[in-house]
């Protein structure tokens, strides 16, 4: 594997910043990993002092929107040692998304060392709390200047990192989108492609407008079958056991949804993914059937909805989950080093 150039600043702006009272998304610490792909490889990887970057207005991620990103948080245990979560989940996910878009492979190995790399220089920027994380978003998009629809043949690979205070989540409501839709088969919608985000921005904006906190994505052909949230995937308990939709080629494959479906397991629940149509929830829901409803998200970790509006119906989904909440600790508790890790998801830096 190459080896990282470090430049380091003469002096880290986190002692200027209170970390009880963080602006989400808008603190970013002192470096960041930069990678770029020339040549048909990549270049030699550096971590520098973050800065603007000069990008030529033909950059064909401006324009043709070949740009993909990851979500991922560090955390540190009592000791304060950090630590990542499931780090090579997320450089596969990403190779994943390269790959639908035509973009080059980052080396996984390489993605998590420059991971490890930044967030050990970063350390004093990992707030302490429980709940709270630095945020690391890794992400790539083609620089190369032209005008004409191809893959690109140059990229760049950055990750950049924000401190995230604790998420003190409210009870959601959802809304039902019955007119557009995120993805469909044979789309973009499991991979992590800028554009995804770019076309649910107006959605969200409607459904935020009508009282709702997120879009609930339902399917491209019969606008019935429940997909994902915003940017989480979601979990519904009915029956006793758990129901998750189905991973159809549209939904983003979440690394937290994979985790909590292991930690459910874990609690001897059962855990189905399948079609569940909204109709369908609906029903248990005026049955009193349905128990719990929440979404999960590297953001947010598990985030408890109250209700779903669908056309002019409210689908109430009780105040209270239980176990959502028991699982929410427990992944908590394993992010700090609280908890014991066996499924070996922690990674030291
Ligand atoms: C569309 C979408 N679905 C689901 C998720 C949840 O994925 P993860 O648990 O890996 O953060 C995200 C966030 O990355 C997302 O953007």
Same mark, same amino acid.
């Given at each position: 594997?190459?080896?990282?150039?470090?430049?380091?600043?003469?002096?880290?702006?986190?002692?200027?910043?209170?970390?009880?009272?963080?602006?989400?998304?808008?603190?970013?610490?002192?470096?960041?990993?930069?990678?770029? +792909?020339?040549?048909?490889?990549?270049?030699?990887?550096?971590?520098?002092?973050?800065?603007?970057?000069?990008?030529?207005?033909?950059?064909?991620?401006?324009?043709?929107?070949?740009?993909?990103?990851?979500?991922? =948080?560090?955390?540190?245990?009592?000791?304060?040692?950090?630590? /990542?979560?499931?780090? +090579?989940?997320?450089?596969?996910?990403?190779?994943f998304s390269?790959a639908r878009m035509?973009?080059?492979?980052?080396?996984?190995?390489?993605? #998590?060392?420059?991971? *490890?790399?930044?967030?050990?220089?970063?350390?004093?920027?990992? &707030? &302490?709390?429980?709940?709270?994380?630095?945020? /690391?978003?890794?992400?790539? +998009?083609?620089?190369? &200047?032209?005008?004409?629809?191809?893959?690109?043949?140059? +990229? *760049?690979? !950055?990750?950049?990192?924000?401190? $995230?205070? &604790?998420?003190?989540? =409210?009870? !959601?409501?959802?809304?039902?989108e019955n007119?557009y839709i995120r993805a469909a088969q044979g789309g973009t919608g499991e991979a992590k492609a800028?554009g995804n985000?770019?076309a649910a921005?107006?959605?969200?904006?409607? $459904?935020?407008?009508?009282?709702?906190?997120? #879009?609930?994505w339902l399917d491209a052909e019969h606008h019935e079958y429940i997909q994902e949230?915003?940017?989480?995937n979601i979990?519904? *308990?009915?029956?006793?056991?758990?129901?998750t939709p189905t991973l159809d080629g549209a939904v983003l494959d979440g690394?937290?949804?994979?985790?909590?479906?292991?930690?459910?397991?874990?609690?001897?629940?059962? #855990?189905?993914q399948r079609r569940i149509s909204?109709?369908?929830?609906?029903?248990?829901?005026?049955?009193?059937?349905?128990?719990?409803?929440?979404?999960?998200?590297?953001?947010?970790?598990?985030?408890?909805?109250?209700?779903?509006?669908?056309?002019?119906? #409210?689908?109430?989904?009780?105040?209270?989950?239980?176990?959502?909440?028991? !699982?929410?600790?427990?992944?908590?508790?394993? =992010?700090?080093?609280?908890?014991?890790?066996?499924?070996?998801?922690?990674?030291?830096?």
């Open positions: 594997m190459q080896n990282i150039k470090i430049q380091t600043v003469a002096e880290s702006r986190a002692t200027a910043v209170d970390f009880d009272n963080i602006p989400l998304g808008r603190t970013f610490t002192d470096h960041m990993f930069i990678c770029q +792909y020339e040549d048909g490889q990549w270049q030699d990887p550096e971590i520098r002092p973050l800065e603007l970057i000069p990008t030529h207005p033909a950059a064909m991620a401006l324009h043709y929107g070949q740009a993909i990103f990851e979500g991922m =948080k560090a955390t540190v245990d009592a000791s304060g040692n950090p630590m /990542l979560f499931r780090a +090579y989940d997320n450089a596969a996910r990403l190779n390269a035509g973009m080059p492979d980052f080396p996984e190995e390489l993605f #998590v060392e420059g991971l *490890k790399q930044l967030v050990a220089l970063e350390s004093s920027w990992i &707030p &302490p709390q429980e709940g709270s994380a630095l945020y /690391l978003r890794p992400f790539m +998009y083609a620089d190369e &200047p032209f005008i004409g629809m191809r893959a690109a043949t140059s +990229y *760049k690979f !950055i990750i950049i990192a924000s401190p $995230a205070g &604790p998420f003190f989540s =409210k009870r !959601i409501r959802l809304y039902a007119q800028a985000y770019a921005i107006r959605p969200t904006e409607l $459904a935020k407008a009508k009282g709702y906190d997120q #879009v609930l949230v915003g940017t989480m979990f519904f *308990k009915i029956d006793g056991h758990f129901v690394i937290t949804r994979r985790s909590v479906m292991t930690l459910l397991e874990d609690a001897g629940y059962k #855990v189905e909204i109709k369908e929830l609906a029903k248990a829901a005026t049955e009193g059937r349905l128990e719990e409803a929440f979404g999960t998200g590297t953001a947010v970790g598990i985030a408890y909805i109250e209700a779903i509006g669908w056309g002019d119906e #409210v689908i109430p989904l009780g105040d209270s989950s239980p176990v959502a909440e028991q !699982i929410n600790a427990t992944l908590n508790g394993i =992010k700090t080093g609280r908890l014991e890790d066996d499924h070996n998801w922690m990674l030291t830096v």
